[in-house]
Each structure stands twice: as C-alpha cells, then as structure tokens.
C-alpha cells in the first residue's frame, strides 16, 4: 500500500507513514496550466449546458483553485473552461467544477462547503474509468502521481486510486469481467 497524503502549505506533498516528507515534482502548480480562455470567449459547447435532458458535473470544494486546476487539467487531461468562479474543467464526457468553500448562501441556508478534513474516511469519490489502467498506471506514476497501490484485479474490474491536492479520494478503474457478468470480488 502507498503513503498516505496530506496537503501542506507548499503544495501537494505525500507524507510517508512515519510522517516525513517527500515532495511530489512541480506538476500540480498553476504555471503549468495551458492558457486560460475568459468566459466570453468560451463556446457554449463547452459549459455543462445541456439544450435539453440533464448532465451531470461534479462539484469540489477546494482549498487552492490553481493547485487543484493543476492537477485535474494534467492528470485527466481535462480542457480548462473557465479558470475561477467557478472552475470548470471538461473532462472526456464530463466536467469537474471547483471553487474554495464558504459559509451558508440564501439557496443553501444551513450549508457550509469544506474540503475533506478526515482522509481516513470517505463518503464520495470520484470514478474515473479508462480503456488501459495499466497505461494510464504507468503514465501518471512516470509524472509523478502517487497511487495508493497499483491496479488491483477484482475480478469485476481493475481499479486503483490517487488523491488530489485537497485529499479527494479518486477510484482509476476499468471494466474487465463485469464486461462478461463476473461481479466483483467482496
């Protein structure tokens, strides 16, 4: 099993169980965001704005916007849209909005938003599922993206996961036997 990760003022840094750290390379800093597009110049293509019938977006509350546009722009290869305010990133079929967390709003009265605070439990998580987990396994550790193990077989499916900058857990994973009705393993 890897390390265990916290976020530390500096950056995105795994921390090693017996709590020294290793810093990860500079991937997840803004500077390495391709240019930035101002909302008037962004095509309505690109906004989660359907004509009609629903999508679905994923919304996190974030303690550094750039750090974490960083992050899912180069690890997803995700298409910046809007830099902030809020954040939103396609990614494939989808896209991830983020912005920082707040206090209660006239919509959301008794609501405060904050990034995880315990990375020891976990309620959500994203589900990113790919054609190649071992190339997309091998890609991102050869950018220095920390997994928590390798892929694992599940018989189901082979799945692994990393988190973000903020500790958002983040299952990779991709349908083998379930493609066949082998369900996974308990």
Same mark, same amino acid.
Not at 79 to 101: D, R, S, Y
Not at 122 to 129: D, I
Not at 145 to 173: K, Q
């Given at each position: 099993?890897?390390?265990?990760?916290?976020?530390?003022?500096?950056?995105?840094?795994?921390?090693?169980?017996?709590?020294?750290?290793?810093?990860?390379?500079?991937?997840?800093?803004?500077?390495?965001?391709?240019?930035?597009?101002?909302?008037? +110049?962004?095509?309505?293509?690109?906004?989660?704005?359907?004509? +009609?019938? =629903? #999508?679905?977006?994923?919304?996190? +509350?974030?303690?550094?916007?750039?750090?974490?546009?960083?992050?899912?722009?180069?690890?997803?290869?995700?298409?910046?849209?809007l830099e902030e305010n809020p954040c939103i990133?396609?990614?494939?079929?989808?896209?991830?909005?983020?912005?920082?967390?707040?206090?209660?709003?006239?919509?959301?009265? &008794?609501? %405060?938003?904050?990034?995880?605070?315990?990375?020891s439990h976990v309620s959500s998580f994203l589900?990113?599922?790919?054609? &190649?987990?071992?190339?997309?396994?091998?890609?991102?550790?050869?950018?220095? #993206?920390?997994?928590? %193990?390798?892929?694992?077989?599940?018989?189901?499916?082979?799945?692994?996961?990393?988190?973000?900058?903020?500790?958002? =857990?983040?299952?990779?994973?991709?349908? +083998?036997?379930?493609?066949?009705?082998? =369900?996974?393993? %308990?």
């Amino acid at each position: 099993m890897g390390p265990p990760f916290e976020v530390f003022g500096d950056g995105y840094t795994p921390v090693c169980e017996r709590s020294s750290r290793v810093p990860v390379p500079s991937l997840f800093r803004a500077a390495r965001v391709p240019t930035l597009r101002r909302a008037s +110049t962004v095509s309505s293509q690109d906004l989660p704005a359907p004509r +009609t019938g =629903l #999508v679905l977006t994923h919304f996190l +509350t974030v303690r550094d916007v750039p750090r974490s546009r960083a992050f899912y722009s180069t690890v997803f290869g995700g298409q910046v849209v809007l830099e902030e305010n809020p954040c939103i990133i396609k990614i494939a079929n989808g896209w991830i909005i983020m912005n920082p967390g707040g206090g209660p709003t006239p919509d959301k009265p &008794d609501v %405060t938003l904050l990034p995880p605070e315990d990375r020891s439990h976990v309620s959500s998580f994203l589900n990113v599922r790919v054609a &190649d987990i071992q190339g997309f396994y091998e890609e991102q550790v050869a950018r220095g #993206v920390e997994f928590l %193990t390798p892929p694992h077989d599940r018989r189901a499916e082979l799945r692994c996961y990393i988190r973000d900058p903020d500790g958002y =857990l983040i299952e990779i994973g991709q349908a +083998t036997g379930l493609l066949t009705g082998d =369900l996974a393993d %308990t």
